[in-house]
């Protein structure tokens, strides 16, 4: 069966400071991948989306990037962190079309200080 | 590009009394649509997805959603509450090229 697995669970980071957060699947390819920013009160905003290796679409300008090298794995990143960087990052995967169910991982829980 | 609004942010129902969450999108053709459940600290779980056939979808956990063209709306039903529903409720909107938007979401208390 498919599996998504994020780490960390919870980071606390001061401004300034780098980011990296990690997103795998387990038992599926080629998926298309997403990420996902939790805002409080501000339901989810796509970040990112993926639908190869190296293919990197961005929704939304800031100082956020991602990247996609290898076929399950899913990466997040900044170079410097700002305090609106807090929130809920959430990684999800679906193969095939809308249709086709959309899975989530459990998360990553960011704070900025 | 398609877009959701829920206009419930938050909402009490006392356990075993019926629920109602409301959704209303905005989408030029036919839209694909989901609601999603979110515990605590947790991800999102789908609950269920329309998009063709019988208007009226059934999810899992007892839920079910009635899709209404004419109000652009897909609202996600329960006839008893339980205290295990206690979450966040996301609609959304999914298109041809496979886009996803979701609503801000309903938060839910059940009162015991």
């Known amino acids: 069966s498919q599996t998504i697995h994020q780490w960390p669970a919870t980071l606390v980071q001061p401004v300034g400071s780098p980011l990296s957060l990690e997103c795998t699947v387990e038992?599926?390819?080629?998926?298309?991948l997403y990420w996902y920013r939790q805002a409080a009160g501000r339901g989810l905003q796509l970040l990112f989306y993926?639908?190869?290796?190296?293919?990197i679409s961005s929704e939304v300008p800031q100082n956020l990037s991602a990247s996609r090298p290898q076929d399950r794995q899913f990466i997040l990143s900044s170079k410097k962190l700002l305090l609106s960087d807090s929130g809920f990052y959430l990684c999800?995967?679906?193969?095939?079309?809308?249709?086709?169910?959309?899975?989530f991982g459990p998360g990553t829980r960011l704070t900025v200080l | 590009a398609q877009s959701v609004t829920q206009p419930d942010i938050h909402i009490t129902v006392s356990e075993g009394a019926s629920l109602e969450l409301r959704c209303n999108y905005s989408?030029?053709?036919?839209?694909?649509l989901f609601w999603y459940v979110q515990s605590p600290g947790q991800g999102l779980q789908l609950l269920l997805k329309?998009?063709?056939?019988?208007?009226l979808v059934q999810g899992i956990k007892g839920f079910e959603a009635e899709f209404k063209r004419s109000q652009s709306s897909f609202n996600l039903r329960k006839p008893s509450v339980h205290w295990s529903d206690a979450a966040e409720y996301f609609c959304?909107?999914?298109?041809?090229?496979?886009?996803?938007?979701f609503g801000a979401g309903t938060r839910l208390t059940v009162k015991p």
């Open positions: 959304a909107v999914g298109a041809n090229n496979n886009d996803m938007r």
């Open positions: 329309y998009f063709s056939g019988d208007t």
């Open positions: 999800a995967w679906r193969v095939g079309t809308i249709t086709d169910t959309q899975y």
């Open positions: 993926s639908v190869g290796i190296g293919q």
């Open positions: 989408y030029g053709a036919t839209p694909y």
């Open positions: 038992g599926t390819s080629n998926p298309n």
